[in-house]
């Protein structure tokens, strides 16, 4: 159960349930595994911590933290934090939103429901509210080299006005965040971040600025001038059409320009998150009303609701997108993640590059696998993997997919037995069951019309 | 909204109890606390259970919740709908959205449960919704 009231908070970062872990316990002593803890204890207790800085009550993860001294005891209750909240918060509660503690924000997780959400999305369309995303820009004569620099993408690519899937990189060939980099001008560069990122972002971005000493590059974090709608779906073009200028069907996939809509100005990009057609817009956060009034009005007749993170999830999911905190972490590499793709070798230096260099040339350690359970049970974050009855990974994303109405899940596992079709054993509480590799995407959306005319976008 | 004929748990469980047979499910505070619910586990029918222990688990999409034996005893029958069609636990809780059947081995163990009354007033104590 996911009730606020039922958490206790730490002056920082992580929240515990309570009763989540109550329930765990009685639990344990009947089949002998705390799925909660999975038998960690922190302090003489087992608990059940979620990061804040990590993704809500799907993704449960187990982490120690350091100074827990009187767990249970010290924790601050619901009504003591303060969550950041959206510019869109009451209207949220209006529709009638489950709000959770998203990455230290108070966000929707659902609506109407999760299922109805992402089937709206992947039929009509649905409107998300992620205004809770980190945006940097970056500007100057340095700024395209620095950004080379600090990220594993060819930013030279870039045409104006064009986005690109990207990351920031550590030495070790692992990401700091993904992001998505729009380039405004020559010498201006507007970075999407993860929300749970976007303080560690900037603060690596500054420290590792190639040119730190000089006024060619200048970095700053701009979050809080957003807020950012993704209107995303088969329907999505259509209703963004009615009330936004210049036309949005002109736009390719993964690129961006000025825009009007609802009347309200801002920067318009044709991106997303859930595997569909869809748009992202960034304007004043003041005129959020207007511009999410505007967008359920005129989405309405064509079957548009507001979709919220749980939906999220589960379409990234079923689109195999990776999330950072799940596919990506300080430890996995871009390769390890199947983003070879995105990490460009040939571009000139950058962070990380060597490591990846030396990584594709002896190959890696550990792969993202795709997989659907072909026995009965749900898999999901953190569960351990087997194949054979030995354990060799685990589950790194895993839900019930509503669209395709499968278990499905993606887990990292050696190499060597990385392969679709294998089967494998997937560890639910203390129970097997099995499951069997798949190729990915788990769900790719049908190519229509505008995919076909925009063939030269690259990201 | 809760029949008065239930009795209820502390963990949002309801049972139904017509002589020595229990009849077990969760609350439509607990549905919809859960959400789209996807996936229901029942133990087998001749698992004997003991009162608060794990009577299996209802999943929704984005979280798994156990189910605690309001009362100590055997499985007799489980319904087959909310294994084929696990959204019945959402629309209909408290009727065909009904999990598992029990041999009850000692009706006084009721004693420990609430009665509607309470159990509402548990839910507004709780800060319910």
Redesign the interface.
Known sequence: ???L?NRRYTKGAVWVNIELHL??R??T???GVC?VCRGRRVRGLRVYIVPSSGE???HLRQRTQPGFSNLGVSLATPAEITLKRTALFDAHRQAGA?MVNFAGWAMP??YT????EHLAVRTRAGLFDVSHMGEIEARGPKALAALQHLTCNDVARLALNQAQYSALMYPQGSAVDDCVIHRLGEDRFFICVNAANTQKDYEYVLANNPFPATSDVEIRDVSEGYSQLALQGPAAVVILAQVTAPDPATLKTYWCRAASCCGVDGLLARTGYSGEDGFEFYFPPAESLTVWNGLLEAGRPHGLIPAGL?AR??LRLEAAYPLYGNELDEETTLLEANLGWISKLDKGEFIGKASLAEQKQKGVRKKLVGFEMIE???A?DGYPVRINGKLCGRVSSG??A?YLKK?IGLAYIPPEQAAPGQEMQIEI?GKLAGARQTTLPFYRRAKNDHDKDAKTQKR | MYPEEFLYTRDHEWVRVDGNTATVGITDHAQKELGDIVFVDLPAVGTHVAAKESLGTVESVKAVADVFAPLTGEVISLNPKVQSAPEIVNTDPHGEGWLVQLRVRDRNETEGLMTTEEYEKYLKGEGGH
Request: avoid cysteine; proline fraction near 6%; aromatic fraction near 8%.
């Open positions: 159960m996911s009730r009231e329930r765990a009685a639990l002593l009947s089949r799925y809500g009550p799907w489950r997780v659902e429901g999760i299922v109805e749980g999830n589960t009965r049970g749900i999901r839900s019930f509503p278990s509480r």
